[in-house]
């Protein structure tokens, strides 16, 4: 079996933004910025602002934060985003999600300048992706992309199941891969016969969050297997399908697979620095 190796891949994409960067700063240009915005002191959302930072400071980006208490007012939420949509020196704004309860988040996220955008995921965004003139791409979804593409995997004229229909990573990966010509069936909690309509994909990309929720044998023969979950079980993290029980039946079985951890977690936050560095040069 193929393994698609996210952190491998991520670590190559990572080391040709950084290239980039190089050259920029060869010719005493200015240099791509991303702003991040983390409202409280969850120990969760610290932790992915803080590797988001440190990804942006490696590749020679520049990055702030704006940590601000978790009883910040929607108004001033607001203030700061639209302080930071005027501000020139900065390229990419990132609001890490959840955001306290008594804030609106769609009002928040909307109010980001779409062309400042790091996450791909302004409704504006969302819907030149949908026309098929992207301005960014979601970050996970496009990270499934990358791994498919770099890893030469043909989508065209293929049948791919996409499980879940989140906006964050379910939807908009069915849009991709249509986009790519597969042909795409998208499985949420409503599906009846999960099993079945898996079997009979060519492509299966599980985001749903359910540990164990297919087994091998729910896949076809030489189909290639892209696990987005990141869930725990006993023997640590694992994805919907893949884990360390059910990976030695899937390298049997499959023709290629990512591994959990190590696939398309890596890929999200390289696809998040290639975000930072494409609104740079569009700005
Ligand atoms: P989400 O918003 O909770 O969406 C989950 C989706 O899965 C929903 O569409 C849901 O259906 C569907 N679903 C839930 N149980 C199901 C079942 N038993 N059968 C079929 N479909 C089912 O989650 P998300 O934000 O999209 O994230 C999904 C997973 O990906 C999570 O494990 C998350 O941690 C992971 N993730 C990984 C990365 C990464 O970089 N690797 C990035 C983002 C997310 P309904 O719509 O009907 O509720």
């Not at 009883?71 to 999600?97: F, K, M, P, R």
């Not at 496009?142 to 379910?170: C, D, P």
Request: charged share 20%.
């Amino acid at each position: 079996m193929l393994l698609l190796d996210g952190k491998k891949l991520a670590q190559e994409i990572k080391q040709e933004i950084s290239a980039e960067v190089i050259r920029l700063k060869q010719k005493d240009m200015r240099l791509p910025k991303l702003s991040l915005i983390l409202v409280g002191d969850r120990a969760d959302s610290l932790s992915y602002v803080n590797s988001k930072e440190k990804n942006c400071l490696a590749l020679g980006m520049e990055c702030e934060k704006h940590h601000l208490p978790a009883e910040t007012t929607q108004e001033a939420l607001l203030q700061l985003i639209h302080q930071l949509n005027a501000d020139n020196t900065v390229d990419g704004i990132l609001v890490q999600l959840p955001l306290p309860a008594h804030l609106n988040t769609s009002h928040i996220l909307e109010a980001v300048d779409y062309r400042k955008d790091a996450d791909g995921l302004h409704h504006v965004n969302l819907g030149k992706m949908l026309m098929g003139d992207p301005y960014v791409l979601p970050c996970t979804p496009n990270g499934i992309l990358q791994l498919l593409k770099r890893y030469q995997i043909s989508m065209e004229g293929k049948n791919a199941v996409v499980v879940g229909r989140s906006v964050l990573v379910g939807a908009p990966t069915a849009i991709l891969l249509q986009q790519q010509h597969a042909t795409v069936t998208q499985c949420h909690s409503h599906t009846r016969n999960l099993a079945d309509i898996c079997r009979e994909a060519d492509i299966v990309v599980t985001a749903a969050g359910v540990p164990a929720l297919l087994c091998p044998e729910d896949l076809k023969e030489g189909a290639v297997l892209v696990d987005v979950a990141m869930n725990h079980d006993p023997d640590g993290l694992c994805g919907d399908v893949y884990s360390k029980k059910t990976a030695p039946a899937l390298e049997r079985k499959l023709f290629a697979a990512t591994p959990v951890p190590g696939g398309v977690g890596p890929m999200t936050i390289a696809m998040l620095m290639h975000n930072v560095l494409e609104l740079y040069k569009k700005h």
